[in-house]
T-cell receptor, first 122, second 116 residues
Framework: GAVVSQHPSRVICKSGTSVKIECRSL??????MFWYRQFPKQSLMLMAT?????????EQGVEKDKFLINHASLTLSTLTVTSAHPEDSSFYIC??????????????????FGPGTRLTVL | AQKITQTQPGMFVQEKEAVTLDCTYD???????LFWYKQPSSGEMIFLIY??????QNATEGRYSLNFQKARKSANLVISASQLGDSAMYFC?????????????FGTGTKLQVIP
C-alpha cells in the first residue's frame, strides 16, 4: 500500500515554542493531505485540509494562525504549532489522499495515514 | 446529529471466531464512501476496507468484509477467523464529497480484544 511518513514521531517542548511536523507521501503524489488530532481514547478530529499550492481549509474551531499548514509540494505538507501550550499536547496524524486499484480493477479514493506525532508541551 | 455512530465501545471475541463491528452513518449526499481503519496501540491508522455508496456488492478484503445495508445506513465490519493481532481500536469513517471538497468524519471507535 501507499506509504506516508511523519517526522518527528515524538516531540517534547517548552510552552511558548513552535513545533513543526512534516508529513510526506513516499511513493505517490498527494494533491490533498489532511491533518487530524487525537486525544487519548478519543476519535480523530479533522483539523484542516491541505491542498498543494493553495491555502489550507480549516475546520470550524481550529485557529489557522496557531496551526500553520503549508503544502509546498506534491509530497510534503507541514503543520506548525505556533506558541505551543500544554493544552496543545496531543497525537497529531496526517493523511494523504490516494487512489488505489483494488480487486477487479476498481479504483478507490482513500486516505493513507502517517504513523502520527505525539506532542507534549511542558 | 452524529454522522458516524459506533455503538460498541468495546468487544471481545474468541480467537478463530468471527466478529461484527457495528457502524451506522447519516448523510444526505448521494455519493459517499465508507471506510474502516484499524489503530493498534502504536497509534498508526491502517486502512482496511472501503465501500462506495454506488457499489452493488459488499466489499471484501481478505478476512475483512463490509456488510453494507444502504437503506438502513449501516456499514458493519465483519472480521472472520479472528487472530490475536486483530486486537486494536477500529474506526468507521465516512467521506462526503460536497462540491468537490472532501471531508472524512470518524466514529468514536470500537476496541476489539481477541481472547486466546
Amino acid at each position: 500500500g501507499a506509504v506516508v511518513s511523519q517526522h518527528p514521531s515524538r516531540v517534547i517542548c517548552k510552552s511558548g515554542t513552535s513545533v513543526k511536523i512534516e508529513c510526506r507521501s513516499l511513493d505517490f503524489q498527494a494533491t490533498t493531505m489532511f491533518w487530524y488530532r487525537q486525544f487519548p481514547k478519543q476519535s480523530l478530529m479533522l483539523m484542516a485540509t491541505s491542498n498543494e499550492g493553495s491555502k489550507a481549509t480549516y475546520e470550524q474551531g481550529v485557529e489557522k494562525d496557531k496551526f500553520l499548514i503549508n503544502h509546498a509540494s506534491l509530497t510534503l505538507s507541514t503543520l506548525t504549532v505556533t506558541s505551543a501550550h500544554p493544552e496543545d499536547s496531543s497525537f497529531y496524524i496526517c493523511s494523504a489522499r490516494a487512489f488505489i486499484i483494488g480487486h477487479g480493477g476498481r479504483s478507490t479514493d482513500t486516505q493513507y495515514f502517517g504513523p502520527g506525532t505525539r506532542l507534549t508541551v511542558l | 446529529a452524529q454522522k458516524i455512530t459506533q455503538t460498541q465501545p468495546g468487544m471481545f471475541v474468541q480467537e478463530k471466531e468471527a466478529v461484527t463491528l457495528d457502524c451506522t452513518y447519516d448523510t444526505s449526499d448521494p455519493s459517499y464512501g465508507l471506510f474502516w481503519y484499524k489503530q493498534p496501540s502504536s497509534g498508526e491508522m491502517i486502512f482496511l476496507i472501503y465501500q462506495g455508496s454506488y457499489d452493488q456488492q459488499n466489499a471484501t478484503e481478505g478476512r475483512y468484509s463490509l456488510n453494507f445495508q444502504k437503506a438502513r445506513k449501516s456499514a458493519n465490519l465483519v472480521i472472520s477467523a479472528s487472530q490475536l493481532g486483530d486486537s486494536a481500536m477500529y474506526f468507521c469513517a465516512m467521506r462526503e464529497d460536497s462540491g468537490g471538497y472532501q471531508k472524512v468524519t470518524f466514529g468514536t471507535g470500537t476496541k476489539l480484544q481477541v481472547i486466546p
